[in-house]
Nanobody, 126 residues
Framework: QVQLVESGGGSVQAGGSLRLSCAASGYGSSSYDMAWFRQGPEKEREGVAALDSDGMTIYADSVKGRFTISKDNTKNILYLQMNSLKPEDTAMYYC????????????????????WGQGTQVTVSS
């Protein structure tokens, strides 16, 4: 059974940085896509950044140039480096994984993702 465990959330001031980690385990193959989603108070869950099985990335416009998604394939850990944080980045951040590869155009939507972590809270104060 696939398990995703996030860590690295916390409270920072605007302009600061955080790095989120997602430890993934239980896969039967290496052909899957992964992503970071977030859900702020009274907001819908939104895709922040995704990394497909070929290593290609896609970002939400709101985080382009500030966030970087990456993966350590030897340790099977997904990362989200978040720089220049803003109060509007405050949210619960979730790691997610598909069961098999999807087209890049789908990867910031929640539909393709079968597995989800429990979330890690990020709070950015002004």
């Amino acid at each position: 059974q696939v398990q995703l465990v996030e860590s690295g959330g916390g409270s920072v001031q605007a302009g600061g940085s955080l790095r989120l980690s997602c430890a993934a385990s239980g896969y039967g193959s290496s052909s899957y896509d992964m992503a970071w989603f977030r859900q702020g108070p009274e907001k819908e869950r939104e895709g922040v950044a995704a990394l497909d099985s070929d290593g290609m990335t896609i970002y939400a416009d709101s985080v382009k140039g500030r966030f970087t998604i990456s993966k350590d394939n030897t340790k099977n850990i997904l990362y989200l480096q978040m720089n220049s944080l803003k109060p509007e980045d405050t949210a619960m951040y979730y790691c997610a994984s598909t069961l098999y590869p999807w087209a890049m155009g789908w990867l910031l939507q929640p539909n393709p993702y079968k597995y989800w972590g429990q979330g890690t809270q990020v709070t950015v104060s002004s």
